[in-house]
């Protein structure tokens, strides 16, 4: 059973940072990229960045370049998107997902879904 665990959700302030952590288990690791998606209250859900477990490929939606990265553990059954400069149009559900395209942009490319964790940006 694939399973895909998001945690280090919280409140802070513009400006700020948070990690987001994704346990990844019950996948051939290297089939697979990891994806970050968020929803914001009114408004469609979105692909913000994703990265290959084969090869560390990593893509981002332009409206998180330069101030997201993404990243795995050595074992690649943990992955991180650690979020610097935060905005308050950042405030959404983060979601962890997997599929089996390289750039996984839109709920179409995604094969599972993980809960989703609250990140909150207050100006």
């Known amino acids: 059973e694939v399973q895909l665990q998001a945690s280090g959700g919280g409140s802070v302030q513009a400006g700020g940072s948070l990690r987001l952590s994704c346990g990844v288990s019950?996948?051939?690791?290297?089939?697979?990229?990891i994806g970050w998606f968020r929803q914001a209250p009114g408004k469609e859900r979105e692909g913000i960045a994703s990265i290959s477990l084969e090869d560390g490929r990593r893509y981002y939606t332009d409206s998180v370049r330069g101030r997201f990265t993404i990243s795995t553990n050595n074992a690649k059954n943990t992955v991180y998107l650690q979020m610097n400069s935060l905005k308050p149009e950042d405030t959404a559900v983060y979601y962890c997902?997997?599929?089996?395209?390289?750039?996984?942009?839109?709920?179409?490319?995604?094969?599972?879904w993980g809960k989703g964790t609250q990140v909150t940006v207050s100006s």
């Open positions: 997902t997997a599929g089996t395209s390289i750039w996984i942009s839109t709920d179409v490319a995604v094969d599972h």
């Open positions: 019950g996948l051939i690791f290297d089939d697979y990229a």
